[in-house]
């Protein structure tokens, strides 16, 4: 008696919403009624909170299909998905689509979904399968495509990720997808150099800062390459673009600025350089390294008192670190105080995060071009502050 209770209740719940939404429609004269999702979610919050997800589905196999409740399925086949029974919106999806009664219109919405469920399920190949076919549809097209980059992305497939990405490209000037095909690129360079094959990673280089001029990775790519061929003048160079790229990766450039100076060349000769570079974007990392170049040039009382000054008006413990160390080292100075000033400043700095994505938030000690996270490229930032930059 209670099941027929249930299913009774089940029936008006929704034979209710069906009226409201034709009603809806004609009041309005709109197509905006039961085939926009928004409109029933108070009538599907309904049934999923009072009734089993049997009870749902056992439903659902019965309920006609048409353009006025092709939503309430894809709906319901989403509430499956989201809460992880991927199983269950599979086999909701597939009978949708086996349907002739389907209306065409919807056959790409619902060949979407599929592949969401696919894709949720590890399904990568019926996945891909699926978003290949859309992506010359007109509305599900380019949802498609950003699904199979970033499918390709975490397959590392890189030369599949940087075909769909170019076929958008050709169609769309959003400067984001430039910027995803810039790193792409830089990708396949980055695999060029490790075979080897110099020629191919530095066009593959130069294509990506084509595709996004302030592509930082292709720059430092760049300075790679030159390093290899010795031309260490011209890889010194490269990294200072960084700089006019943006800004916030100076640290990155500065750092192998510096191991090539120690290692190539003459670190004293950037100190004019390094000090005009600081003016325009002051950084902890840019000020040890100005430091360095005026110690090797004019002696350390002249780093020690360039460092004293500018720790005064932006503080941070790894400059107050380097202060210990110089200037203790220069009075002849090996104190208990000042050791124990060292190694606290280093436990405090040894744990802490150097790196955070400035779009949701990820954190760590190592730079990800793409954020292993949000999968966004280039939001891996160094983190500015006392304790970093």
């Not at 160079?237 to 640290?251: A, C, I, T, Y």
């Amino acid at each position: 008696m209670d099941m027929v209770f249930n299913w009774l209740l089940l029936t008006v719940a929704v034979a209710a919403g069906w009226v409201v939404g034709r009603y809806s429609k004609q009041r309005h004269r709109s197509r905006k009624s039961i085939d926009n999702e928004d409109s029933v979610r108070d009538r599907l919050q309904f049934l999923f909170t009072n009734y089993s997800d049997q009870a749902v589905e056992n439903f659902v196999q019965s309920l006609a299909v048409n353009r006025d409740t092709v939503s309430l399925h894809l709906s319901i086949g989403s509430h499956f998905r989201n809460k992880g029974e991927t199983d269950r919106a599979i086999l909701i999806h597939q009978n949708l689509l086996a349907r002739p009664e389907l209306p065409a219109r919807y056959t790409p919405q619902v060949t979407f979904e599929l592949a969401m469920d696919y894709l949720n399920a590890g399904l990568l190949d019926r996945a891909e399968a699926l978003f290949h076919q859309l992506m010359g549809d007109r509305e599900y097209g380019r949802r498609a495509a950003q699904e199979l980059i970033e499918l390709y992305q975490q397959e590392r497939e890189w030369e599949k990720a940087a075909q769909v990405a170019q076929t958008l490209t050709r169609s769309d000037a959003d400067p984001a997808m430039f910027k995803t095909l810039a790193y792409i690129t830089c990708e396949l360079s980055d695999a060029a150099l490790n075979k080897d094959d110099r020629w191919t990673s530095q066009k593959l280089a130069k294509e990506a800062l084509d595709y996004d001029r302030s592509c930082v990775r292709a720059t430092l790519l760049l300075m790679k390459m030159q390093i290899r061929q010795g031309n260490y003048r011209e890889a010194g160079n490269q990294s200072l673009k960084v700089f006019e790229q943006n800004p916030d990766f100076g640290p990155e450039a500065v750092d192998r600025l510096m191991k090539l100076e120690r290692e190539h060349g003459d670190v004293g000769r950037l100190a004019k350089k390094l000090r005009k570079l600081y003016e325009q974007y002051p950084g902890t990392s840019l000020l040890l390294a100005l430091v360095e170049s005026v110690e090797r040039s004019a002696g350390r009382p002249a780093a020690i008192d360039l460092l004293r000054q500018e720790l005064e008006l932006r503080p941070s413990v790894r400059g107050l670190l380097r202060l210990v160390e110089i200037a203790g080292y220069e009075k002849g100075m090996t104190t208990d105080e000042g050791r124990l000033v060292s190694r606290i400043g280093h436990l405090i700095l040894a744990n802490r995060p150097v790196y955070r994505c400035v779009s949701c938030g990820f954190s760590g000690q190592q730079l990800h071009w793409l954020c292993p996270s949000c999968k966004q490229w280039e939001t891996v930032r160094p983190i500015q502050g006392v304790e970093a930059e």
